[in-house]
C-alpha cells in the first residue's frame, strides 16, 4: 500500500466513522427521549409526560448536547498532537536537553523527520508511566507530536526505540493521526451522557436523604440519572467496538511500515518481546488512557475480550516478523537495566559527527512508491547529515529567538545580501542582522544541501510562536526574495516548504485535499506546472522541450486539447499559483502530477540539488512528503 493508498483509506474509514456517529446519535437521543418520558411519568407531577412539545424539546436537547460535546473536543483538540500529549500528562523535551535518554530519542526522532521529508514533531515523555508504550497524534505532519512513556526511555535499546518511532511516524505519514484524533472527538460525544448520568444518579441521591418527603420526585430523577448511565455505558461499549474495528489491522501495516522504514526486524520485535516480559506490560496508568486507547504503539489498558481490543494480539504481532517466536521465550525484564541503557547509549547520540553523509538514491521509477515511504538509507543519510550540521547552526535551530533568524537567512542570496541584510537590520535591528549574516555565512560554507533539513529541525521553534509572528515571518521572507524583482528557484523551494508547513501548524483542522477542481483548471495548471518545471530545470531550448515532453506524456490524452500559452506568466511565481489550485486534487490526480513532475525532471537521467529541493517543494506543496533524493 503506497502513500496515496493509504490516505484514501484513512479518508474511506473517516466517511465510514461520519455513518456510524449519525447512526448512534440518532440511537442515542431516541433512547434518552424514552427514558426522560419514563421519568417523568414516575416523577407524577405532569399530565401527559407522552407531550410531543417537551419529548420533542428532550430529542433537540439530546442531539445539541451530543453535537456540541464532540464539537468541544475537537476544538480542544485543533491545536494539533500537544495538545492530546498534555492532556495525558506528557512532559515536552526541551531543545536543549542534556539527559543523554533524552537525547538520544530527539535525536531519533529529527533523523526519521529528515529522512522521512516532513518537519520536526514536538517530542514529549510521559514521566508518570512505567509502563512500555508511545503515540503520535495530531491533524497533520506540521502540528505533530511524539509521545513515550518513561518506561519506552529507560528500558529500551536505540534499536527498539528506532522501531518503536518508526511505528508512529508510519502513522503519521498514512494520515491515521486524522483519523485517530477524529475519532477521539466523535467518540467523546457518544461517550459524555454516560458522565451527565453519573452527576444525575449521585445529585439526586443525596437529595433523597435530605428530603425523604420528595420521594417520589427523587425516584424520578434517579430513574433518569440511571437511564442516562446506562445509555452512557452503551456508548463506552459500541465507542470501544468502533475503535477496535478501525485501530486493530492498521497496526499490523504500521509494524510492517517500521521495518521497511529502518530494515531491522529485530528493533520493533525485540520491543513487543519486552513488553511481554515485562512486569508493566504497556499498560497506561493515566485516567484519560481510554481515551487515547487507539493511538498507542501496544495496548494501553486489558480488554476482556478481544472485541474491545484497539490491538491485535502481542504474540501474533510479534510472530509477524519472527515466526519462530514462542509465547514462553519472552525476555526477563528487569528495571534495573536502566543505569545500564543510560551509559551505553550516550556515545550514540553523537555516532558518525566526523563522517560525510552519503547521498540516498535518486528516484527516477514510480515516485509514488516514494512518497511517505523513507528506507533504511534514508536514515543513515539523515543521521550522517544531522551529525555534521555545525553547532552553530543546530543551536540556533533550537532556539525560539534564533531559529526565527536562522529561517530567513536560508532565503538569502550571495548576491542580493548587502540589500537583504540592509532589509532585516531595518526590520529586526543591527543585532539581530548580525546574526543572521553569521548562519548566512555558515550556511553558505556547508552548501545547499542542508538548507531544508535545517528548516525541518527548526519547525517546533517556529510553530510556537503565535500566529501573527508567523505570519510576519512568511511576509518578510516573501519581501526578501523579490526585492531583485523575481523569485529563483531556490528560494522559491525554502518559501514553499516553510508557507506549507505553517500553514498546516495554523489550520491543522483544514483538509483541502480531495475537493473537487474543475477538469479545465486543473489541466491548464498541471501542464502550467510541466512547462514551467522543464524551463527552469534547462539551460536550453531542446532540452527544455524533451524535458517538457517526458512530462506531459506522463498525462496521456487528458492534456491533450490544451493550446500551450508562453508568456510572461509562464514564471516561478505562476507555479506558486498552479499549486495552489492542485493542492485541492484527489490523491490520483496527485500521484499523477508528481509522476509526470518527476519524469520532467529527470528526463535526462540527472538530478541537481535545485531540482531536488523543487521536486520535494512541490511534493510539500500537494502535503505529500518526499525523502531526500540523491543529487550529483
Not at 81 to 98: E, F, H, K, N, S
Not at 148 to 157: D, K
Not at 159 to 166: N, T
Not at 324 to 352: C, K, L, M, W
Amino acid at each position: 500500500m503506497n502513500f496515496f493508498d493509504a490516505q484514501d483509506r484513512a479518508r474511506r474509514f473517516t466517511r465510514w466513522l461520519v455513518v456510524v456517529y449519525v447512526i448512534s446519535t440518532v440511537l442515542i437521543v431516541a433512547g434518552v427521549t424514552l427514558i426522560v418520558g419514563v421519568g417523568l411519568d414516575a416523577v407524577g407531577q405532569y399530565d401527559n409526560p407522552a407531550n410531543p412539545a417537551i419529548l420533542g424539546f428532550t430529542a433537540v436537547a439530546a442531539t445539541l448536547f451530543i453535537l456540541g460535546s464532540t464539537l468541544y473536543k475537537t476544538a480542544r483538540l485543533s491545536s494539533g498532537g500537544g495538545r492530546v500529549a498534555q492532556d495525558m500528562g506528557a512532559t515536552l523535551v526541551p531543545p536543549d536537553v542534556r539527559d543523554p535518554l533524552r537525547k538520544r530519542l530527539r535525536n531519533i526522532v529529527e533523523e526519521m523527520a529528515i529522512a522521512s521529508g516532513i518537519p520536526v514533531p514536538e517530542i514529549y515523555v510521559l514521566e508518570e508511566e512505567s509502563g512500555i508504550n508511545a503515540f503520535a497524534a495530531g491533524f497533520t505532519p506540521g502540528d505533530a507530536a511524539i509521545a513515550v512513556t518513561r518506561g519506552t526511555l529507560e528500558l529500551l535499546e536505540r534499536e527498539e526505540l528506532q522501531g518503536i518511532i518508526a511505528h508512529e511516524f508510519s502513522h503519521i505519514l498514512n494520515g491515521d493521526m486524522r483519523l485517530n484524533i477524529r475519532m477521539m472527538g466523535v467518540l467523546f460525544g457518544i461517550m459524555v451522557l454516560g458522565l451527565i448520568g453519573r452527576i444525575i444518579l449521585r445529585s439526586s441521591y443525596h437529595s433523597s436523604i435530605v428530603s425523604s418527603r420528595r420521594k417520589g420526585g427523587s425516584s424520578g430523577i434517579m430513574f433518569i440519572g440511571l437511564g442516562l448511565l446506562i445509555l452512557g455505558w452503551i456508548g463506552v461499549f459500541f465507542a470501544r467496538i468502533i475503535k477496535a474495528a478501525v485501530s486493530r489491522q492498521r497496526e499490523f501495516l504500521a509494524d510492517a511500515s517500521a521495518v521497511q522504514f529502518t530494515r531491522q526486524t529485530d528493533g520493533i520485535a525485540n520491543a513487543l518481546k519486552k513488553i511481554g516480559g515485562y512486569s508493566r506490560h504497556s499498560y497506561i496508568q493515566s485516567v484519560d488512557a481510554e481515551e487515547v486507547s487507539h493511538m498507542l504503539f501496544a495496548a494501553g489498558i486489558a480488554s476482556l475480550t478481544s472485541i474491545f481490543a484497539t490491538h491485535p494480539p502481542l504474540i501474533e504481532r510479534i510472530q509477524a516478523l519472527d515466526p519462530s517466536f514462542r509465547e514462553i521465550d519472552y525476555p526477563d525484564v528487569d528495571p534495573r537495566h536502566r543505569r545500564t541503557v543510560r551509559q551505553s547509549e550516550q556515545a550514540a547520540n553523537f555516532a558518525g559527527a566526523e563522517v560525510a553523509p552519503q547521498n540516498p538514491r535518486t528516484v527516477t521509477g514510480n515516485i509514488a512508491e516514494a512518497i511517505g515511504r523513507p528506507e533504511p538509507q534514508h536514515i543513515e543519510y539523515a543521521r550522517r547529515l544531522r551529525s555534521n550540521i555545525p553547532k552553530l547552526l543546530y543551536d540556533a535551530a533550537h532556539a525560539p529567538e534564533e531559529a526565527f533568524l536562522l529561517t530567513i537567512s536560508l532565503v538569502l542570496d550571495e548576491q542580493l545580501a548587502d540589500r537583504q541584510l540592509q532589509l532585516i537590520e531595518e526590520q529586526l535591528g543591527t543585532e539581530r542582522a548580525a546574526l543572521v549574516r553569521a548562519y548566512f555565512k555558515k550556511v553558505s560554507e556547508i552548501g545547499p544541501r542542508y538548507r531544508l533539513p535545517l528548516l525541518e529541525i527548526a519547525f517546533p521553534m517556529l510553530k510556537a510562536r503565535p500566529k501573527t509572528q508567523m505570519e510576519y515571518l512568511l511576509e518578510l521572507v516573501r519581501r526578501l526574495i523579490e526585492l531583485d524583482g523575481r523569485i529563483d528557484l531556490g528560494e522559491f523551494c525554502i518559501y514553499r516548504v516553510l508557507a506549507s508547513h505553517l500553514s498546516q501548524a495554523a489550520d491543522p483542522v483544514a483538509d483541502k485535499i480531495g475537493n473537487r477542481v474543475p477538469r479545465k483548471k486543473a489541466r491548464r495548471a498541471a501542464i502550467d506546472v510541466i512547462r514551467i518545471v522543464a524551463d527552469q530545470g534547462n539551460d536550453d531550448e531542446v532540452a527544455r522541450e524533451h524535458a517538457y515532453q517526458a512530462g506531459i506524456s506522463t498525462f496521456g490524452e487528458w492534456a491533450s486539447g490544451h493550446t500551450e500559452q508562453l508568456d510572461d506568466e509562464q514564471t516561478v511565481e505562476a507555479l506558486g499559483r498552479s499549486l495552489d489550485a492542485l493542492r485541492q486534487m484527489n490523491s490520483a490526480g496527485r500521484k499523477s502530477l508528481l509522476q509526470a513532475v518527476s519524469n520532467t525532471i529527470t528526463h535526462d537521467g540527472k538530478l541537481t540539488i535545485s531540482e531536488a529541493e523543487l521536486l520535494r517543494a512541490i511534493c510539500a506543496s500537494l502535503d505529500c512528503p518526499l525523502p531526500p533524493l540523491s543529487v550529483k
